[in-house]
């Protein structure tokens, strides 16, 4: 890679951090089997003066997906689950399910939901909000388990699944595309299928294996100095600091929690991430350690959806034109439609505080970037970063 093209980034991330768009961040990127460089900015707790730096733990929420998509792998390939298998074979309660029409009356499913469903966004679970059942119902929910975070009588992960079980769906399964709480239950149906509990599956079969020893639902306290403070950016006055819960997450991230959130719940570094994503890009294996087969990594990166799920996957994620999305990923499609600079195949995610992870087959490429803003997502630094990386190539 042309290492010039890449000093690029260290100016992405200064400016972000001298306007106060974000407080710090740091970016790393392998291509070719070797570090093309790693580049840092700013702070990770601004009220100590701590610098962001590559030990610094950060709360990863939506970047929790691609590791639950790697958990459920590992039992797809060992044929302990089958992707047409009905949810309610290992969640009781998701037997009779309803769904919202479109004038919001309830209907009976005619079919049930399925793992690939909950793989692939098509469940007709949602994240909450108003407008019909699903959504009241799913926010009421959350907002019992956010009051609790964290505490012991907190419900954990098989509780949480089994109470969402008796909320009527956005729509019928398969229908349709939804971003929502898929991932979190398919954390209980890891838990039914490997009779372990979630993290102890997710420490046993890919952290422990790929020496990611700072990656877990938790922060202990002799690592707590390291871990990141969030900060919000979107009202005046520049950056505040941000201490809610979110999601069922304790911010504080100090004790083992009840609830293992398979779509948000995990923290991590960005040197045991790149591992992580070495894996992927490694056909299944990291140090010669096998997490996957390469076949079934080629199965996580080539997922697509139908023609209906893609439209509505287009309609509310506007900011990916020219992907499609499976196993907890957005995949590369279409990259003459995407809104950066991109590669056939390419696959990845991003998390609600603006961490981002790509893996590039074609290009034996991969990068991560950790940040901490409330509600970014895929941001504006993300996207510059990543038209950098690839036009270093």
């Keep these: 890679m042309d290492t010039a093209q890449l000093s690029h980034i260290q100016e992405v991330l200064d400016g972000a951090v001298a306007s106060e768009y974000l407080a710090g961040a740091s970016c790393l990127v392998f291509q070719g089997g070797k570090e093309q460089g790693y580049w840092q900015a700013g702070l990770a707790d601004r009220e100590n003066k701590t610098p962001f730096t590559r030990s610094t733990i950060c709360r990863m929420y939506s970047m929790t997906k691609p590791i639950t998509s790697v958990a459920a792998m590992i039992l797809l390939q060992e044929g302990r689950i089958d992707l047409m298998e009905e ?13 919202c029409d479109n004038r919001g009356f309830l209907k009976e499913s005619p079919r049930q939901i399925t793992l690939k469903d909950l793989m692939n966004m098509t469940s007709g679970l949602s994240y909450g ?7 009241i119902r799913t926010s009421e929910l959350l907002e019992e388990l956010q009051e609790k975070a964290g505490e012991d009588d907190c419900m954990d992960t098989a ?11 956005e729509f019928v399964p398969g229908s349709s595309w939804e971003y929502g709480l898929s991932a979190d239950i398919m ?4 838990e039914k299928a490997s009779g372990m509990k ?3 599956f997710l420490r046993e079969r890919i952290f422990a294996p790929l020496s990611m020893k700072d990656t877990a639902f938790y922060v202990p306290a002799e690592k707590q100095e ?8 979107s009202g005046k006055g520049g950056l505040k600091l941000f201490t809610e819960n979110r999601l069922g997450i304790s911010n504080g991230m100090t004790r083992p929690p009840k609830f293992e959130s398979g779509g948000a719940g995990l923290a991590s570094t960005i040197d045991d991430y790149m591992k992580f994503c070495l894996m992927l890009l490694g056909k299944g294996s990291y140090n010669g350690t096998q997490i996957l087969r390469e076949w079934t990594v080629s199965f996580i990166g080539s997922g697509v959806l139908s023609r209906r799920q893609q439209k509505a996957f287009d309609r509310t994620q506007p900011q990916l034109p020219g992907y499609s999305y499976a196993n907890f990923m957005r995949v590369m499609k279409e990259p003459g439609r995407s809104l950066t600079i991109s590669s056939k195949g390419e696959f990845g995610w991003d998390g609600w505080l603006g961490t981002f992870m790509l893996v590039d087959p074609v290009n034996d490429l991969t990068a991560v970037l950790l940040m901490q803003r409330v509600d970014t997502g895929m941001s504006p630094v993300a996207r510059k970063i990543k038209n950098i990386i690839y036009t270093a190539l």
């Design 129 to 135: 909000g108003d407008g019909n059942e699903n959504r």
């Design 87 to 99: 949810l309610a074979c290992y969640i009781p309660e998701f037997s009779n399910v309803n769904y």
């Design 187 to 190: 954390g209980a149906v890891i």
């Design 159 to 169: 509780e949480f699944a089994a109470l969402l079980g008796f909320v009527p769906l």
């Design 226 to 233: 390291r871990l990141a403070k969030v900060y919000d950016g």
């Design 198 to 200: 979630f993290s102890d």
